[in-house]
């Protein structure tokens, strides 16, 4: 059983900068995936990066922008967004795999706005 806590969510102009924080409850040295995701109002929720041993991937809108990291020895996982635009407001998911099950976040509001 891994249970997420997403952090670091909060209001932000257009251009600022926030950096997410997902905490994991177990060890996450021997986890391959880790993931942020999003879902805005209306929308269905929709991938944004992605962190394995083999390195990183983002979707194409927050690419460039955005950068997932990971500090095994703190069992957590960031995600720096930068150069925040409107669109990106959403509530902000943090998803795993371990021993072939899904786990995900409670989530974390992240509203852009002036």
């Known amino acids: 059983q891994v249970q997420l806590v997403e952090s670091g969510g909060g209001l932000v102009q257009p251009g600022g900068s926030l950096r997410l924080s997902c905490a994991a409850s177990?060890?996450?040295?021997?986890?391959?995936?880790m993931g942020w995701y999003r879902q805005a109002p209306g929308n269905q929720r929709e991938f944004v990066a992605y962190?394995?041993?083999?390195?990183?991937n983002y979707a194409d809108s927050v690419k460039g922008r955005f950068t997932i990291s990971r500090n095994n020895a703190q069992k957590t996982v960031y995600l720096q967004m930068n150069s925040l635009k409107p669109e990106d407001t959403a509530v902000y998911y943090c998803?795993?795999?371990?021993?072939?099950?899904?786990?995900w976040g409670q989530g974390t509001q992240v509203t852009v706005s002036s």
């Open positions: 177990v060890s996450i040295s021997n986890i391959n995936f």
């Open positions: 998803r795993t795999n371990d021993g072939g099950r899904d786990y």
């Open positions: 962190i394995t041993g083999s390195g990183t």
